[in-house]
């Protein structure tokens, strides 16, 4: 199927409209059979850095499979619709990978009202769907509805650790990445100092920590191996 199939497909699972309800039908008919594959969800605070990270971290994957990214952007305040900045940072030309942007649409919780809807239809089509959420809170956590594992991205210099430490987020994220690792000993700095609480957090489970640079490629093969580990 082409990238431009999928995407009208896409849009009939995001349609409100009697003769959409009738097609996402048929395709839910027709699909109910296929392989289901692994969704990682990436969610994080504005600004640090999950479009970047992801555009970045993506070739590494789509060298063992075919990969959809379903990127939740916040609506314009002016037509309603998404303002694509997450597109703009995800790298083009590549067969193997679908890129697909939703707007919110205010929805709370970090996703749009129909993502769940768009994730069935995409991992009926591709080998690994990746799902990044709007910038997000404590309490914005819908991604762990959607998602087998979830990625939670912060920062250096992105305020007192004891913030994760607070209920929400935090609380279904199977693994942390610390973004933004690019100058060795504030990266190291930050990374013992996720490492010292996160055990506070999440006592009696053990949460693996990986520090990335995107701009660097620190710890990006790494990052990859893990994914593809726990969605193998």
């Given amino acids: 199927m082409t990238a431009g199939e999928v995407a009208r497909l896409v849009t009939v699972f995001e349609r409100d409209d009697p003769a959409a309800a009738r097609e996402r039908d048929a ?6 059979q296929a392989p289901v594959a692994p969704v990682i969800g990436l969610t994080g605070a504005p600004g640090v850095g999950k479009s970047t990270l992801i555009g970045a971290l993506v070739p590494h994957l789509t060298v063992h499979r075919r990969v ?16 694509l900045g997450d597109r703009a940072r995800m790298p083009g030309g590549d067969d193997r990978l679908f890129v697909r942007s939703q707007a919110s649409g205010g929805q709370p919780g970090g996703l749009a009202a129909t993502t769940g809807d768009v994730v069935w239809l995409l991992r009926r089509l591709f080998g690994l769907v990746l799902v990044e959420t709007v910038g997000v809170g404590q309490t914005e956590d819908d991604i762990a509805g959607v998602a087998n594992h979830v990625l939670l991205l912060l920062q250096p210099l992105a305020g007192d650790v004891l913030q994760h430490l607070k209920a929400g987020v935090m609380e279904v994220a199977d693994a942390l990445v610390l973004t933004k690792c690019d100058e060795q000993s504030l990266a190291s700095r930050a990374h013992a100092e996720l490492a010292s609480t996160v055990g506070l957090a999440r006592p009696g489970r053990r949460v693996p920590l990986h520090a990335v640079s995107a701009r660097t490629g620190r710890g990006l093969p790494e990052l990859a191996a893990a994914v593809l580990a726990v969605s193998a």
């Fill in 27 to 32: 395709v839910r008919a027709r699909l109910a």
């Fill in 68 to 83: 959809a990214v379903l990127a939740v952007d916040p609506s314009s305040r002016v037509s309603g619709g998404a303002l």
